[in-house]
């Protein structure tokens, strides 16, 4: 149970490209979903975190118009990382959560290259 | 600044040995605490979560919670090879009017043959 899949798992694309990025959860309502990038050997770095049917709350530092997300149901969140350069690289990864304080699942993550 | 400590390592146990990962946390208001795993290149996997002091087994897996002292921690038994990874202790904090989880940096466990 418990299962996140998120897609694709890699992208390779120009710079100026919009990406968009999907995450489900195929076997349980995820209230609430995260986004998280991490750089290589560095630990995970949380973006936003999203209740379906409500705007995504950023941290701080992060571009909500750069990094557009969208949870319109309780089974699917979309980051759009819109006008992609080669400094936004990185492994991009989701977590879907059932209620609060249970256990965050992970998706497979999605590894973007900006050439 | 809500903050999660743990060593970096890398913790090096021979095959079939109990190796110990700690953590410590700083928010006292803390409720939930998990355990993950990353292997190199891969996503976060799941391998234990406790809400109550004291200890929690689930097959070679124990992690312990002292809310007292902040600390909680992992024992793994009978290490293998394959538990090889980087552990990452995580504590849920309120954050407005979500909660999030705060990471530690991470614990380098080799198991070796």
């Known amino acids: 149970g418990a299962v996140v899949s998120q897609h694709p798992s890699w992208v390779i694309c120009k710079s100026g490209t919009s990406v968009k990025i999907e995450c489900r959860s195929l076997d349980f309502q995820a209230t609430t979903m995260f986004w998280y990038r991490q750089f290589p050997k560095q630990s995970l770095m949380l973006m936003a975190t999203?209740?379906?049917?409500?705007?995504?709350?950023?941290e701080q530092g992060v571009e909500k118009d750069k990094f557009l997300i969208n949870h319109a149901s309780l089974t699917l969140s979309t980051l759009t990382v819109t006008s992609a350069h080669p400094e936004d690289s990185s492994f991009y990864i989701c977590s879907a959560q059932s209620k609060l304080n249970q256990p965050q699942h992970f998706g497979d993550g999605t590894r973007l290259s900006i050439l | 600044q809500k903050e999660v400590e743990q060593n970096s390592g890398p913790l090096s146990v021979p095959e079939g040995a109990i190796a110990s990962l700690n953590c410590t946390y700083s928010d006292r208001g803390s409720q939930s605490f998990f355990w993950y795993r990353q292997y190199s290149g891969k996503s976060p996997e799941l391998i234990m979560f406790?809400?109550s002091n004291g200890d929690k087994e689930d097959g070679r897996f124990t992690a312990q919670l002292n809310k007292a002292s902040q600390y909680v921690s992992l024992l793994i038994r009978d290490s293998q090879p394959s538990d090889s990874a980087t552990y990452l202790c995580a504590v849920n904090v309120v954050a407005g009017n979500n909660r999030k989880l705060i990471w530690g940096l991470g614990t380098s466990l080799a198991v070796n043959p």
């Open positions: 406790i809400y």
């Open positions: 999203s209740n379906e049917g409500s705007k995504a709350t950023y």
